[in-house]
C-alpha cells in the first residue's frame, strides 16, 4: 500500500521567500542588502507546495511579515495560539463601547428618539452597575452579574422591570447574533427570567372632591415658598394652577404640558401637538376658560415667548423636572377629603378599598380618559385623545371605570342564553321576543 508523501511543514525563513517577478526598467536595487530597497511589486514563493503568490505589495517589509504568518500557519501550536489571541481580542470589548455600537445599530435600523433615549437610560444604568461590581469588558458579564442586577431593580413597579429586562435581552441578543461577540452558551441574559404577576401600575384617577382640594391648594401654593417676596415667585401659584387645569382637561402627560408650545392653541380652543413620548399626534378640544387661562398665562422665570410652560433652556427631556418639584410641594399642602389608594381589578374609586399611593401628575390624565369613557365615548376614540398607539392601553382605565358597560355585556349575554335555550332558560316559541329572563 502507497503512503502519501508527506508535505514538509515551512518553518525556516527559506521555507516562504519574498522574492520580485521582474524589476521596473532603472530599478537600481537588484540584489543584495540593496533588495530590500526595492519598490517593485513582490510575491511569495511557497518552497513545499512551489506554489506562487502575489503579496499585492511593493514594500519588503510588508511582504516579508505575510511570509512569517504563511509559515506560522503551518505550525499548529502557533495557529492555536493565533486562534485563542484572536478569539480573546474579539470578545475584549469595553462594555460601554459595545452599548454604543448597539444604539447605533438601533438607530440605523430607524428606531424612535424617544427608544433611544429609554435603551440608553437602561443601559448605562446597567454599565454603572457592572463597573461597581469591578466588570468593564463585555465577556466579563456572567449570568450572576445579571442576577445582581435584576436584584437591585426589584424593588421598581413591574412595567418598568419588564421593559428594563427587554432592554438587556435585546442588547445581549445583538452581540451573540448579530456581532459574534459572545458565544451563545455564554449569554447572561438567561438570567433574565419572565416576571410573573401583572403589573402593579394602577390607572388611577383623582376624584372630583380629591381635585378640588388640590385646586384649593394652589391658592397656599406661592406662601409656601421660602422665596416669596422675590420677583422670580411671582404669579408662581397662577401658573400652576393653569397647568393643573390643563392636564386635567386635555388628558397631556406632564412632559407634553411643559413643552406646549404657544402654537399648540388654535382659535377654536383646540390643542393640536404631537407626544413627546411617543410621537403620536394629539387634537383635543380644551374648555373655552381653560384655553382662555392659557392665552392670558402670566410670564413666569425666563419664560420663553414661544412656550406656555417651558424655559427652552437645558434639554426637552428634563424639562418636567421643574414641575415635578412644584407638585412634590403642592401635594403637602393638599387636605385630602379621602385617601388615594390603588384600586384592584373590578374596584371603583371611593370604595375605601386597596393599598395606599403617593398622588402623582399622571392621575390628571388618568381623571380625564376615565370621565370621558364614563360619558360614553369610545375606546377607541379616546385613544386618540390620548394619543395612545393601542387601545390596550385605554382599556385599564375602560375595566375599571365603566362598570355599567360590564352589566351591558350581561344582559346581552342573559337574552343570548334565553334565545338559545341554554340550560335554565326557556326558549322562546316562534316569532316570540326572548327573554333574558331565568325560568
Known amino acids: ?138 465577556h466579563e458579564v456572567t449570568p450572576p452579574v445579571v442576577t445582581n442586577w435584576k436584584t437591585q431593580i426589584a424593588t421598581e ?3 418598568t422591570q419588564r421593559k428594563k429586562r427587554g432592554h438587556l435581552r435585546d442588547f445581549f441578543g445583538f452581540c451573540v447574533e448579530n456581532q459574534k461577540w459572545i458565544a451563545p452558551g455564554d449569554n447572561p441574559a438567561t438570567a433574565l427570567t419572565r416576571i410573573r404577576g401583572r403589573d402593579d401600575i394602577s390607572a388611577v384617577p383623582f376624584s372630583q372632591a380629591q381635585y378640588d382640594a388640590i385646586i384649593a391648594a394652589t391658592y397656599k401654593y406661592q406662601a409656601s415658598l421660602k422665596t416669596y417676596n422675590r420677583k422670580e415667585c411671582e404669579n408662581a401659584e397662577t401658573r400652576l394652577r393653569t397647568f393643573i ?46 384655553a382662555e387661562a392659557l392665552r392670558k398665562l402670566p410670564p413666569g422665570q425666563a419664560a420663553h415667548p ?6 427652552r433652556k437645558g434639554k426637552e427631556r428634563n424639562a418636567s423636572g421643574i414641575w415635578h418639584r412644584a407638585f412634590e410641594r403642592l401635594w403637602k399642602l ?15 374609586p371611593g370604595d375605601g378599598t386597596g393599598d395606599p399611593i403617593k398622588p402623582h401628575p399622571h392621575m390628571f390624565r388618568h381623571m380625564f380618559a376615565a370621565h370621558a369613557l364614563q360619558h360614553g365615548m369610545s375606546v377607541p376614540d379616546v385613544a386618540r385623545l390620548l394619543g395612545q398607539r393601542s387601545t390596550a392601553t385605554t382599556l385599564r382605565y375602560y375595566h375599571n371605570f365603566v362598570p355599567e358597560e360590564a352589566e351591558r355585556l350581561k344582559e346581552k349575554v342573559r337574552a343570548m342564553y334565553a334565545a338559545h335555550g341554554a340550560p335554565g332558560y326557556k326558549k322562546p316559541k316562534s316569532g316570540a321576543k326572548p327573554h333574558a329572563r331565568r325560568a
Open 157 to 159: 413597579h413591574r412595567s
Open 245 to 290: 387645569e390643563t392636564m386635567r382637561w386635555s388628558g397631556l402627560a406632564i412632559i407634553d404640558t411643559t413643552l406646549l408650545a404657544k402654537a399648540s392653541l388654535k382659535p377654536d380652543d383646540s390643542l393640536v401637538l404631537k407626544r413627546f413620548k411617543t410621537g403620536e399626534p394629539v387634537v383635543v378640544l380644551l374648555p373655552h376658560d381653560i
Open 1 to 138: 500500500m502507497a503512503t502519501a508523501a508527506l508535505v514538509p511543514i515551512p518553518r525556516r525563513s527559506t521555507d516562504v521567500t519574498v522574492r520580485v517577478r521582474k524589476h521596473v526598467p532603472g530599478c537600481k536595487n537588484t540584489s543584495g542588502e540593496k533588495l530590500k530597497k526595492c519598490t517593485c511589486p513582490k510575491y511569495l514563493y511557497i518552497k513545499a507546495t512551489q506554489e506562487v503568490r502575489s503579496a499585492r505589495t511593493r514594500s519588503w517589509n510588508v511582504a516579508d511579515a505575510l511570509a512569517q504568518k504563511i509559515r506560522d500557519s503551518y505550525n499548529p501550536d502557533k495557529a492555536r495560539i493565533a486562534e485563542l489571541e484572536a478569539k480573546q481580542a474579539q470578545t475584549r470589548v469595553l462594555l460601554d463601547e459595545a452599548v454604543e455600537v448597539w444604539l447605533n445599530h438601533k438607530r440605523a435600523d430607524e428606531v424612535d428618539d424617544i427608544s433611544i433615549r429609554h435603551y440608553r437610560y437602561t443601559l448605562r444604568k446597567f454599565v454603572d452597575f457592572a463597573r461597581s461590581s469591578g466588570v468593564n469588558y463585555l
Open 334 to 348: 393638599v387636605e385630602w377629603p379621602t385617601p388615594l389608594v390603588a384600586l384592584a381589578d373590578g374596584e371603583q
Open 306 to 311: 414661544d412656550y406656555f410652560f417651558w424655559s
